[in-house]
């Protein structure tokens, strides 16, 4: 038995993993991004999403109070 791998192209599958961030083929090599840039982008979203007040609240109805 040989633990050679058969070197075979790079699965190109529609409809697979796309880059959340613009939505291009996810790269391996960033996953699960396209792009180390994407990544960024949305690492600085979910930061920005911590530290920034939304100004769109929801409006829960009432009785729904978690504890
Ligand atoms: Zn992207």
Known sequence: ???ETPSRP???RVGGPVC???GGPVVAR???FCSRRCGDVDLHRWLGE???VPTNEPD???G???E
Do not use: G, I, K, W
């Open 10 to 12: 790079e699965p190109v």
């Open 50 to 52: 911590v530290y920034r």
């Open 30 to 32: 960033y996953r699960p």
């Open 20 to 22: 959340p961030t613009c």
């Open 1 to 3: 038995m040989s633990d």
């Open 60 to 62: 829960l109805p009432p």
């Open 64 to 66: 729904q109070e978690a």
